[in-house]
């Protein structure tokens, strides 16, 4: 074994930036060239190679650009681009693809070492690429987030199980996407408010939602959004976009209070189409909101696909009619999403105001319990994005810095299964709400009309009058 930190893998997107990827790729490749001659004493990629850990990603079975496999720099340290297997370099620009980024640092990284970070990550526009690299370093960090997600996985599957067998209503599952919830979650402090739509399941899991009150909610129980642990945090929301003007009144709030405190909007690439979304998002500009909207974009709303719902070529760009921070991040890895989510959440903390975040994903899940995305989707178009599922994503690189082992993932099935039968015993024997409460939480002076139909239910007289 030679001496190295794996410090990261980074699936970079390049697609939407503007200027030519053939071009970013060569910087790179020249680069590294360049470095290596004053360094190189090994090949490090080759090294890799051999240990056949870059199979073991789960990022894809890639092949060397030719210009970077001279990229070691001295005995332990060195960097790598990678392509999706089968890219073509010269196609590069007409491609949409993935290029896999990794750094190989030695415990103790050099002063040349981080200067060629620093000219890495100019290039990429990343101009905290060096501490994203550092946070991938963070054990604890990549363990709550996978717990999270992995939890998240199995949560997701037996409310399926209890919906097919008649045992809850509709459910909305987050498979493909648990990276967001996750990365979002675990940037927000105890004393944020998250207002939610109904896919954050991760988000919500890391705050005082316990998987019983999701269950009643799903199963149509309001008081699986009324537990007093919530706080000021709000319940999920349905109706598309209606929050997002919501969580401006909320950061409103937050600033007229002076209070540190950040609020946390999540909705969908559909989302962003409702006129609510950009009231929302001009307000924040204007008022200098504490607020952060987080887009998932999933490619779908329902069965209407993202290149029929807007014209924009990103829905991040959004952001720049509002005058506020917009970027487009790679939504299917964890560590983006921490990252770029708690600087947003931290500079709006400190007065910096909003930031729109677009994190690409892709729905792996029927739209919801009622739907078959089978009559409109393609299978190919699935394989392929299954290919980049976050969840064994995460763990590859977690075993590949060895960190994680089979035994552990044995360990953390068994006890996030019992944890959630659980919850699941709480949710099916919990009492049936009282029917009138149908009535209680929608208004706060119920209409003259429903008074009637409330006394019906209540066992009184049924009154027309
Ligand atoms: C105001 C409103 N109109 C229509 C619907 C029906 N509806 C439910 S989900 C959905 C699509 C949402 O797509 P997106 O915003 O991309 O979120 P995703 O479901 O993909 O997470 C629609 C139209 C609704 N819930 N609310
Ligand atoms: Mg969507």
Redesign the pocket.
């Known amino acids: 074994m030679f001496p190295v930190n794996f410090l990261s893998v980074e699936r970079i997107s390049i697609a939407n930036q503007a200027a030519s990827k053939k071009r970013i790729l060569e910087e790179v490749a020249g680069l590294l060239a360049t470095a290596s001659e004053e360094l190189t004493q090994g090949n490090v990629f080759d090294k890799l190679l051999e240990r056949e850990r870059l199979g073991s990603t789960g990022l894809g079975h890639g092949i060397a650009l030719p210009h970077a496999r001279v990229a070691g720099i001295a005995e332990a340290r060195g960097a790598f681009i990678q392509l999706q297997k089968g890219a073509d370099f010269d196609a590069i620009d007409q491609q949409p693809v993935d290029l896999l980024f990794g750094l190989l640092v030695p415990e103790e990284a050099t002063e040349a070492h981080l200067q060629l970070l620093a000219k890495l990550a100019t290039l990429f526009s990343d101009a905290d690429f060096c501490a994203r690299l550092r946070q991938a370093q963070d054990s604890e960090t990549l363990h709550e987030l996978y717990r999270n997600m992995l939890f998240t996985r199995l949560y997701d599957e037996r409310a399926i199980a209890l919906q097919r067998t008649g045992q809850l209503g509709t459910f909305?599952s987050s498979l493909g996407q648990e990276a967001i919830g996750a990365g979002v979650g675990h940037a927000m402090h105890p004393e944020d408010v998250i207002i939610p739509?109904?896919?954050e399941n991760g988000a919500l899991l890391f705050r005082n939602f316990r998987v019983r009150d999701l269950l009643l909610y799903w199963g149509g129980d309001e008081r699986g959004m009324g537990n007093p642990e919530l706080g000021d945090d709000f319940p999920i929301c349905?109706?598309?976009?209606?929050h997002t003007t919501q969580a401006a009144g909320v950061a409103f709030a937050l600033k007229y209070r002076k209070q540190p405190r950040v609020a946390v909007c999540l909705?969908?690439?559909?989302?962003t189409s409702?006129g609510d979304f950009y009231e929302a998002i001009n307000l924040a500009g204007i008022w200098n909101l504490p607020l952060v909207f987080v887009i998932?974009n999933?490619q779908?709303?329902?069965s209407v696909p993202r290149s029929l719902q807007s014209k924009s070529e990103t829905l991040a760009q959004k952001a720049i009619a509002a005058g506020i921070p917009g970027l487009q991040i790679d939504g299917n890895d964890p560590l983006a999403v921490r990252h770029y989510a708690g600087e947003a959440i931290e500079r709006a903390r400190s007065g910096g105001g909003p930031t729109l975040i677009e994190a690409v994903s892709y729905?792996l899940c029927h739209?919801t319990t009622a739907d078959d995305a089978s009559r409109y989707r393609s299978d190919e178009e699935l394989e392929a994005h299954r290919k980049l599922d976050p969840v064994p994503r995460l763990r590859a690189f977690m075993q590949q810095r060895e960190i994680w082992s089979d035994a552990r993932e044995a360990e953390l099935i068994e006890t996030c299964k019992a944890e959630i039968e659980q919850e699941v015993k709480h949710y099916l024997e919990s009492e049936p709400p009282d029917p009138q409460s149908l009535f209680d939480s929608l208004y706060a002076e119920l209409p003259h009309e429903l008074l009637p139909q409330r006394r019906e239910v209540t066992g009184g007289e049924a009154d027309n009058g």
């Open positions: 909305a739509s109904f896919r349905v109706p598309i976009s209606t909705l969908g690439d559909g989302g409702k998932n999933n779908w709303a329902i729905r739209h």
